[in-house]
């Protein structure tokens, strides 16, 4: 940690995303003032021109690694880092860039590229964590700002950040939603997702998308076995665990259990 008479320094990294969880800090509008103001913001790109060398208190890093050069960039980073946190699903899951994961990424590039061999990419998307030892994963697609705030005050007070560890249909109930699966036939994902979005999508009578990846203990079979009473035929279950972290463990392994 810094000196007590230095602010601890915060930097934010980007790799292989969308940017939506780096803007989520820059959202916090009245909150990010306190941040600003608790801590020096010694890099982070999308917000400052301002580049400060040397190590840092905490990292926040957003994006996924796919190519050689990002393997090599996440160790450089690590290195600089006394804590490092993954924030959004392509940190924690690989993202939706993850998909590459189940196909012939070589076939990609030659149909999207004019010069494939000009490409060098790797054949997987993968989390931070698959490369470099990480101190926290905070996930979603975005992540809460919410919950970003409380992990950036947790590392900076040297404790366990709080996180809800329960499924999206906590949230419901907390909220007083009607269950759109039970009341509405509506195919939803909450009952094996991670909390953390306030039940948005059901608040608005649509299903859970799976946004936040994965709980800790989820029942994706259980799950399937009711989104196929729904109608779901076995290529469209395996579709609806391949989304946002379609490369998170549990929901790989469902959506392989439904494969042609």
């Known amino acids: 940690m810094a000196s007590s008479k230095s602010k601890p320094r915060l930097a934010v990294w980007k790799f292989a995303s969308c940017d939506g969880c780096q803007l989520s800090l820059l959202d916090c ?20 021109r301002g580049d400060v060398t040397g190590r840092y208190d905490l990292s926040l890093v957003e994006g996924s690694i796919t190519t050689p050069h990002d393997a090599e960039r996440i160790r450089a980073v690590r290195r600089r880092s006394r804590a490092l946190v993954t924030i959004g699903a392509c940190a924690t899951a690989g993202g939706i860039q993850a998909l590459r994961n ?10 999207v590229y004019a010069r494939p061999d000009y490409i060098r990419t790797l054949a997987t998307s993968t989390p931070i964590a698959d490369h470099v030892p990480v101190d926290f994963e905070l996930r979603g697609c975005p992540i809460s700002k919410r919950q970003l705030i409380e992990v950036i005050t947790a590392f900076l007070v040297r404790r366990r950040p709080v996180t809800p560890p329960h499924s999206v249909c906590v949230e419901c109930k907390l909220k007083g939603n009607v269950c759109v699966m039970v009341a509405h036939g509506t195919p939803c994902l909450g009952p094996v997702t991670h909390a953390g979005c306030g039940a948005l999508c059901p608040s608005y009578d649509r299903g859970c998308y799976g946004c936040y990846g994965p709980m800790e203990t989820p029942n994706a079979p259980a799950l399937s076995r009711a989104l196929a009473g729904l109608g779901m035929d076995e290529r469209t279950l395996q579709r609806v665990y391949r989304t946002f972290n379609a490369n998170a463990g549990p929901f790989r392994k469902e959506s392989d259990r439904h494969g042609a």
């Open 29 to 48: 509008e009245d909150e990010l003032l306190a941040v600003a103001g608790a801590v020096d913001i010694a890099y982070f790109p999308e917000a400052t």
């Open 102 to 111: 189940f196909a012939d990424v070589q076939e990609y590039a030659s149909i």
